[in-house]
């Protein structure tokens, strides 16, 4: 078990020493059976999940050894039904002292075929001595459609190694393969290994090889590679091809990036490709200079701030508030940070979304991150009260985005009653710091969308220009008996 005590050590952290609940990071990557005469390649699901051992309580029997068990309930549904509900004790494995059982890795998976679209997978952990400590993990994923050639999900993988056991859940292409929980690499952790499978290669036509495998680690996905991190590798075809692999992150300093891969035939034409987001945490890098074609001009590495986060203002909240929690924050949000949103919002991860909120206030408010966000929240409420509806919070709408963003207007114009116009409004900023220079928006609410406003046109610098916007503002599609109008006093030449 002494492999695993790493892993053991990033759970401690989020949940220092003291339990007060059961704690546990699930995970699951999508793999696939190979295709044969009758069927396409079929989905299965890998879900797996890490329990920290100071989270549950250890009973000792009457010969000395300490055990504990959690009832454990999985349900997974689609829209058509339930595809699996089950439930049963996880017991942990027997130890001779309380030590060595909280030093223990506590670890199961399972395995569910699964179809394309929509699926929902729930968790529920409870300890066996007391119905009120519970744990649970609910999460929404898409099973996507998929080609004749294509990777699965890529999986980071805590340990692998061959093995002569016949009968584990862990077993893969004769390995015995551990999975990691959470795309978290700390200073515990300074190798990545990483598994992914190639389906379908034996699809591809003899005129396009050989084929050329390229695994990269980058800031952007699929962008050039950091600190010559890259494997390449000439592939044969097969019905599904492993790969196993690992790259050393010691250079990487403490961050954002994605682990790429892609697949060329021999004229360097892409035919599928994958990626996987992560964070890493490294206090002490290695120099090395990076000369991969990165942008220079913008900082290579953002810092990230790693700590217990089981006192912090995010502890609270489950992984459906902080999905719309990363929502809330992209008016606000720059460029690196809003690469981050996207990947969270088509990726969540509840370890490291936590951490990505933490330190998105904690940059803004130092002093008093929660207070920074506490703010925010209010400014939130009001945006919901003014642009919400039953349909969408205000936070999703155009109107609510750009005051987020910018903030009351100095003047708000709302004309729904004028003459040859569909109902619009009118915002202009004119006080100094709002924006570069003074300028103006103007939204309208187009005739198939039910009183939800979008932005027209603009005068702000970077945001939208839309010379044409008369267009679609006036039911004629002219200006003609429309000068005297609020949106030509304001936009008349812009």
């Known amino acids: ?131 009120l400590d519970t744990y649970e993990y609910i999460d929404t994923f898409e099973v996507p459609k998929h080609g004749k050639t294509f990777y699965s999900q890529l999986q980071l993988i805590d340990t692998s190694y061959k093995t002569d056991l016949k009968d584990n859940i862990y077993l893969k292409n004769g390995n015995l393969q551990i999975p990691v929980c959470f795309n978290f690499l700390d200073d515990h952790r300074s190798t990545l290994n990483y598994y992914v499978e190639l389906n379908g290669a034996n699809n591809i036509s003899a005129d396009q090889l050989p084929l050329t495998q390229t695994v990269t680690i980058s800031k952007k996905e699929y962008d050039y590679p950091v600190a010559r991190l890259v494997h390449t590798d000439t592939l044969q075809p097969a019905a599904i091809i492993p790969v196993l692999g690992r790259f050393k992150t010691d250079v990487l300093p403490s961050g954002n990036y994605y682990l790429n891969v892609v697949l060329t035939n021999n004229k360097e034409q892409e035919l599928t490709r994958q990626s996987l987001f992560f964070q890493r945490s490294n206090t002490h890098p290695k120099e090395t200079s990076d000369t991969t074609g990165a942008d220079s001009t913008q900082p290579l590495f953002e810092k990230v701030s790693v700590f217990d986060l089981g006192k912090t203002f995010v502890s609270k909240y489950n992984i459906a508030q902080q999905k719309a929690i990363i929502k809330m924050l992209k008016p606000v949000a720059n ?131 839309n010379n044409n916007w008369r267009a679609s503002l006036y039911t004629n599609g002219s200006s003609t008996n429309n000068l005297n109008s609020r949106a030509e006093q304001v936009f008349q030449n812009r």
Request: with cysteine; net charge neutral.
């Open 1 to 131: 078990m002494g492999r695993w005590i790493g892993s053991c050590l990033l759970l401690l952290l989020l949940s220092g020493q003291i339990a007060y609940g059961i704690n546990a990071v699930p995970a699951h990557t999508i793999f696939y059976l190979p295709a044969n005469s009758n069927n396409d390649a079929q989905a299965y699901i890998e879900f797996y999940w890490q329990i920290d051992p100071n989270s549950i309580t250890f009973r000792e029997d009457t010969a000395g050894i300490w055990r504990s068990k959690v009832k454990t309930e999985i349900l997974i549904t689609t829209d058509t039904g339930v595809i699996t509900h089950e439930k049963y004790f996880l017991q942990t494995t027997p130890a001779s002292s309380l030590i060595a059982a909280r030093l223990q890795n506590i670890m199961d998976m399972h395995r569910y075929m699964v179809p394309e679209g929509i699926v929902r997978i729930k968790l529920l952990l409870t300890a066996y001595d007391n119905k």
């Open 335 to 465: 460029e690196t940070e809003l690469i981050s949103i996207e990947s969270f919002i088509t990726r969540p991860d509840e370890t490291y979304m936590k951490y990505f909120i933490y330190n998105f206030w904690k940059s803004r408010t130092p002093a008093d991150p929660e207070k920074g966000w506490l703010d925010y929240t209010e400014k939130v409420k009001e945006v919901n009260k003014m642009f919400g509806s039953k349909r969408k919070p205000g936070y999703e709408t155009e109107r609510g985005f750009y005051y987020l963003k910018y903030g009351p207007p100095d003047q708000r114009y709302v004309v729904t009653a004028e003459e040859g116009t569909l109902p619009y409004e009118v915002w202009q900023y004119n006080a100094p710091g709002k924006q570069s220079y003074s300028g103006s928006f103007l939204f309208y609410n187009p005739p198939y969308m039910v009183n939800e406003y979008i932005l027209l046109h603009s005068t702000v610098s970077g945001e939208m220009r």
